[in-house]
C-alpha cells in the first residue's frame, strides 16, 4: 500500500474512516511497529480535526494496535513473540471460563436463539460447498467466507453474552490478541487450500453448541479451550 493510505479523506463518518485508514496504514505498513505518532501530524496527514483522530486512535489503543508510551506519546505496538504468546493464552482461558459460564447461565431464549444462528451459517456453509464441488478450489467464495466469519464471531459474542457478567466480558474485549477486522483478513488469507480445516474448525462450533443445549461445563469449557487455541495460534503463525 503506498503512502496515498494517509490522504484527504471525505467529509463523512470522518472517524469511522480515520480508523479504517489508520488501520490500513498499520496492517501494510505504511505506519510501522514502534513508531511513534500523534493527533496533530496523523491530523494533518489525513486533512481532518484532530477530533476525529482522537475518537480513532482511542479504538485503536482499545484494540491494542496503538498504544501509550507516555501522558501524551503514542506510538504503533510492536508486541514480541512471547508478548503476542501470553495474550493468547489470556484470551484462550478467559473464552474457555465463558464458554463453561455459559452453559451453567444461559436462558433457553438464547440458546434458541444460537441454535438459530448456526442454522443460518449452515446455509451460507452450505452455499460454499456447492461453489467449489463446482468450480474447484479456484471458486470465488470470498463474499460467503466473510459472511460465515461474521456469523461465527456473532456466535461466540452471544455465547459470552449468555454468562450474563459484563464484567468478565470486558475482561476478555480486553485480552483479545485480534480484533474482528484483523481475524477477518487473516482468516481469508488463511481458508483458500485449507478446505477440510475449515470444516473441522466449523464443526467446533457446533460441538460446543450440543454442549451448551446440553448444560455440560466442563466439556463446554474444554472445546472452547481447545477451539480458541487452535485458532489465535494459527492466526499468530500467518
Avoid: W
Amino acid at each position: 500500500m503506498s503512502t496515498d493510505a494517509l490522504g484527504p479523506m471525505e467529509t463523512m463518518s470522518l472517524a469511522d474512516q480515520a480508523y479504517q485508514q489508520l488501520r490500513n496504514a498499520i496492517r501494510e505498513g505504511v505506519l510501522r511497529p514502534g513508531e511513534k505518532i500523534t493527533e496533530r501530524d496523523l491530523a494533518a496527514r489525513l486533512g481532518v480535526s484532530p477530533t476525529p483522530i482522537r475518537e480513532a486512535l482511542r479504538q485503536l489503543v482499545h484494540e491494542k494496535v496503538v498504544e501509550r508510551a507516555g501522558p501524551r506519546a503514542l506510538r504503533i505496538a510492536d508486541h514480541s513473540t512471547a508478548a503476542r504468546s501470553e495474550i493468547v493464552e489470556a484470551e484462550v482461558r478467559l473464552s474457555a471460563l465463558m464458554a463453561r459460564l455459559a452453559a451453567r447461565n444461559a436462558t433457553a431464549e438464547q440458546l434458541t436463539d444460537l441454535v438459530s444462528l448456526l442454522a443460518e451459517t449452515d446455509l451460507i456453509v452450505a452455499d460454499i460447498e456447492k461453489a467449489v464441488a463446482g468450480h474447484g478450489p479456484e471458486a470465488d467464495v470470498a463474499d460467503q467466507l466473510t459472511a460465515v466469519f461474521h456469523k461465527l464471531r456473532l456466535f461466540h459474542h452471544q455465547v459470552e453474552a449468555c454468562v450474563g457478567n459484563p464484567v468478565l466480558e470486558g475482561l476478555l474485549a480486553q485480552a483479545r490478541a485480534f480484533s474482528d477486522e484483523e481475524r477477518l483478513d487473516l482468516t481469508l488469507k488463511i481458508v483458500p487450500g485449507r478446505g477440510e480445516a475449515f470444516r473441522a474448525r466449523y464443526r467446533e462450533h457446533r460441538d460446543l453448541l450440543d454442549a451448551l443445549l446440553e448444560r455440560d461445563e466442563s466439556r463446554a469449557e474444554e472445546l472452547a479451550a481447545r477451539h480458541h487455541r487452535a485458532a489465535l495460534v494459527q492466526l499468530s503463525s500467518t
